[in-house]
């Protein structure tokens, strides 16, 4: 077995050039590992029976409450995030692993892993085992926040594995030029210039300050606040209804259905009468930096003629103290490379607005996750997606958030979705790319 010193070009390298055998066995860790019966020659023989360049194996961990599962997720297509589970045991087959390790050519400091799984997976399958094949001895810390990728103090990783990620969308084309489908956003009459949209259920703790923050706003355009409430039923509706009696730019919906997802609570929202030009989020946790956000976003939607704008945020604790990672910019967003930057990694970044008519027209998926992600990748696919990097949002995280503490079944749950959907979108464009290059 190899533990890998780190995950650079040259450390690949090295192990192809000093592997003898048929497979290759890496540890991304100093961890102890226990075996299960028979379990690396059971990986043996699915490394070769599935004709996989690529194994890995579901595991458990040993802590002080026992042995805890660690159930892994399938590798697919859209299984692009460089922060991907594999687990800390990888088993190659030696034949792929030289022959995507002939194929680097950058010499990445961080991305050399990702970069030899992106093109092994380019020639080879990548095999997941949904089975406990061994065990981690003790329990390592690990930096488990779901927001460390988009670390600002992650920024020299971010971009090797953005190149590393552009390369490989070239590679199977399915990267996108950088021109964009021309736009008119004076199209159209509107009952005002933006809204925002704030879907909630049962969160009477939060809501008033969201609307607070909402009514606040300082624009020299006409603006409304609509809220999608979902059926709540903890007080969040005489909340929401005690507010609209003092402003009348405050609309307050209550859905027919009572199936709805916060995708399908957005569609409701665009698709009234009363919807703006622009639609901006607000979730019900959250709150506005300031009372120039929805200026500042509007305003840009103009100067950088884009469909879908995306602003950047600070994670607060509820009191709104900077919680790490503080501020999310995204800042390896590229003008030339927003068409893809995107397929990388699993969120956007906040808060997200949209060109009503296109927002109409493409409709996010009803789901309670995911739905803002599903909209973004069809808007990026053919539009420019413009991005405001100073911060003018708030994200709350608190014990009431959907996303406090979600348990492993859900985050793989979320991962699996959002992998899913980028394989769609993967096909979409080299579908794209062939149709274009036909004609």
């Known amino acids: 077995m190899y533990i890998l010193p780190d995950t650079s070009t040259k450390s690949i390298r090295q192990i192809a050039v000093q592997a003898d055998g048929d497979s290759i066995l890496i540890s991304t860790n100093s961890v102890p590992i226990r075996w299960g019966q028979s379990a690396l020659e059971r990986m043996k023989r699915i490394l070769h029976d599935s004709g996989a360049g690529l194994v890995y194996a579901d595991y458990r961990k040993e802590t002080e409450n026992g042995l805890t599962p660690m159930p892994l997720i399938d590798y697919q297509k859209g299984s692009l995030r460089d922060d991907f589970d594999f687990g800390p045991v990888l088993l190659f087959r030696t034949e792929a692993f030289r022959e995507a390790a002939a194929r680097m050519n950058e010499d990445y ?114 603006y409304n606040v609509l809220i999608i409430d979902n059926h709540s039923t903890d007080g969040t509706t005489e909340a929401i209804r005690e507010a609209a009696e003092t402003d009348d730019r405050l609309i307050h919906l209550i859905p027919e259905r009572t199936d709805l997802g916060i995708g399908g609570c957005w569609n409701l929202a665009a698709r009234h009468k009363s919807c703006g030009r622009f639609a901006v989020q607000l979730d019900s946790d959250d709150l506005y930096k300031d009372s120039h956000t929805l200026s500042t976003l509007i305003h840009a939607f103009y100067e950088q003629q884009c469909a879908m704008l995306v602003g950047s945020y600070q994670m607060t604790d509820f009191r709104l103290n900077i919680l790490p990672p503080g501020l999310i910019d995204h800042r390896e967003w590229t003008v030339d490379n927003g068409h893809n930057n995107l397929l990388r990694v699993n969120g956007i970044g906040a808060p997200r607005a949209f060109y009503t008519p296109l927002l109409r027209q493409f409709q996010a998926p009803d789901v309670n996750y995911g739905e803002d992600y599903a909209l973004a990748l069809q808007f990026s696919r053919r539009y420019r997606v413009g991005r405001v990097f100073e911060p003018v949002y708030l994200c709350r995280r608190w014990e009431g958030n959907s996303d406090a503490s979600p348990s492993r079944e859900l985050s793989n749950a979320r991962n699996l979705y959002k992998d899913r959907l980028r394989t769609w979108e993967l096909q979409a464009r080299i579908t794209l790319n062939a149709t274009s290059h036909d004609e």
């Open 109 to 222: 400091v961080y991305a050399g892993l990702y970069d030899l799984r992106l093109k092994l997976s380019e020639q080879w399958p990548v095999v997941h085992i949904n089975e406990y094949l061994y065990t981690m001895t003790n329990n390592q810390q690990q930096d488990s926040s779901m927001f460390a990728y988009v670390d600002p103090r992650n920024r020299d990783r971010q971009l090797e594995m953005e190149a590393a990620c552009t390369h490989h969308l070239q590679t199977i084309h399915a990267w996108l030029e950088p021109a964009s489908a021309p736009i008119d956003l004076s199209k159209g009459t509107f009952a005002c210039e933006a809204s925002v949209i704030i879907p909630v259920r049962n969160r009477v703790r939060t809501i008033r300050d969201a609307i607070r923050s909402a009514l606040n706003q300082e624009t020299n355009f006409s």
